[in-house]
């Protein structure tokens, strides 16, 4: 089982930054790691995936504004988020997928709110 636990949400004023971090109670190396966000009455969309190699991809809405990274070491990704608008308030999850030569499941976080003020 694959416990993954975020932090570093908060309120933020429009134009801030924020970093969250996802720490995961495995060797995080085995797994693709990801960040979602929901806003209330909306679905759950992808908004950084950094794969085992360190390859990543983006949501349209987030490049060039997030930065999402992973240290190993210490089994914790990382999503940098800059320029902030009002629109990024949602909650957002971390996932992990894998593990790496078995057979992959999805493994969810319980979330952590971010709230960006106009």
């Known amino acids: 089982q694959v416990h993954l636990v975020e932090s570093g949400g908060g309120l933020v004023q429009s134009g801030g930054s924020l970093r969250l971090s996802c720490a995961a109670s495995?060797?995080?190396?085995?797994?693709?790691m990801g960040w979602y966000r929901q806003s209330p009455g909306k679905q759950r969309d992808m908004v950084a995936i950094?794969?085992?190699?360190?390859?990543?991809i983006y949501a349209d809405a987030a490049k060039g504004r997030f930065t999402i990274s992973r240290d190993n070491a210490k089994n914790t990704a990382y999503l940098q988020m800059t320029s902030l608008k009002s629109e990024d308030t949602a909650v957002y999850y971390c996932?992990?997928?894998?593990?790496?030569?078995?057979?992959?499941?999805?493994?969810w976080g319980q979330g952590t709110q971010v709230t960006v003020s106009s």
């Open positions: 996932k992990a997928r894998g593990p790496t030569g078995g057979r992959p499941r999805d493994y």
């Open positions: 950094i794969n085992i190699s360190g390859t990543t």
């Open positions: 495995v060797d995080s190396s085995y797994y693709a």
